[in-house]
């Protein structure tokens, strides 16, 4: 069997002992405040980001790899594999794409037999892991890795999502909302439901009030014509261990399953938009 290697970045909110488990590494974002830019998931923990975040004045950004870094990264993976894949964040929201895709050309440059794969999942988070997992297990089963690159992109159409944000500060001061909307639906309490379309979050529904919350997100889920009731399926991402836990029982208790496979937590990179308390919920398509 050939030597590979599989990649996500910190786009994909995947812990570092399922990245140890499944054997993928981790291509790091800078997350940055002010003046000072810390590498994600590594210098900057997920519990220390949020509480930076909040007692930041002013948004922080992300930052794309350094260039060198990541020619070191894939440069050092192509040499020691027969073929790297990296899964990355959605082209549209970030230029990591594109420049994995400017690195993977100077490699080539410098040796053509390089077999380096850069797939654009058009997507964020719990998204882009389960489908680096599911397309690991399915090469280490003896799938040829085109087949299993394609089964992998369609295990992420598979899915649609519903996040749901607990305050509208950040979406006004990432310029996603203007602040006379953000004013009023602070006072109507309003909980707007966003969803991830054509590789960007757009918003989707808003509910309002914390009250029986978890109940008119699974009414949305309901409602939603191609969800796949006779085969309920979730994933959960979330930036409140609190939140994750009641939608997960709730989802439990709601459809009369036993596991939700996933629960990760919003890292930097989507928690810089969306800001804390945030619950998300993924769950299958009909076919």
């Known amino acids: 069997m050939a030597k590979y290697k599989i990649f996500v970045d910190t786009a994909a909110d995947m812990p570092q002992e399922l990245a140890d488990k499944h054997g993928i590494g981790i291509i790091n974002f800078m997350s940055v405040f002010g003046e000072e830019a810390f590498v994600a998931?590594?210098?900057l923990t997920n519990s220390e980001f949020y509480k930076k975040l909040e007692e930041s004045k002013d948004i922080p950004t992300t930052s794309q790899t350094p260039y060198a870094e990541f020619y070191d990264i894939l440069k050092k993976a192509s040499d020691e594999n027969d073929t790297v894949i990296y899964f990355t964040i959605s082209s549209k929201?970030?230029?990591?794409?594109?420049?994995?895709?400017?690195?993977?050309?100077?490699?080539?440059?410098?040796?053509?037999?390089a077999d380096i794969?850069?797939?654009?999942?058009?997507?964020?988070s719990v998204f882009i892991t389960s489908a680096a997992i599911y397309a690991k297990e399915l090469i280490d089963a003896g799938e040829d890795i085109d087949t299993a690159i394609e089964k992998a992109k369609k295990h992420i159409e598979s899915y649609t999502a519903y996040?749901?944000?607990?305050?509208?500060?950040?979406?006004?001061?990432?310029?996603?909302?203007?602040?006379?909307?953000a004013i009023i639906g602070s006072m109507l309490?309003?909980?707007p439901v966003l969803t991830?379309?054509?590789?960007?979050?757009?918003?989707?529904?808003?509910?309002?009030?914390?009250?029986?919350?978890?109940?008119?997100?699974?009414?949305?889920?309901?409602?939603?014509?191609d969800f796949d009731e006779e085969n309920p399926d979730?994933?959960?991402?979330h930036s409140s261990v609190e939140y994750c836990n009641e939608l997960k029982e709730a989802l439990k208790e709601e459809f009369g399953i036993e596991e939700i496979k996933y629960c990760l937590e919003f890292g930097p990179i989507v928690g810089t938009h969306i800001g804390p308390g945030v619950i998300g919920v993924l769950f299958k398509l009909k076919k």
């Not at 929201?93 to 037999?113: D, F, W, Y």
């Not at 794969?117 to 964020?124: A, I, K, L, N, P």
């Open 189 to 191: 309490d309003i909980k």
């Open 41 to 43: 998931g590594v210098e």
């Open 117 to 124: 794969r850069v797939v654009d999942t058009m997507s964020f």
């Open 163 to 181: 996040i749901l944000v607990d305050t509208l500060k950040y979406l006004e001061k990432g310029g996603r909302i203007n602040k006379t909307t």
């Open 93 to 113: 929201a970030s230029g990591q794409h594109n420049t994995a895709c400017m690195v993977r050309e100077e490699i080539l440059e410098e040796n053509p037999k």
């Open 234 to 237: 979730f994933m959960i991402a």
């Open 196 to 225: 991830i379309k054509d590789g960007l979050v757009e918003s989707a529904e808003k509910l309002r009030g914390r009250k029986k919350i978890y109940k008119k997100l699974i009414e949305l889920i309901r409602e939603n014509p």
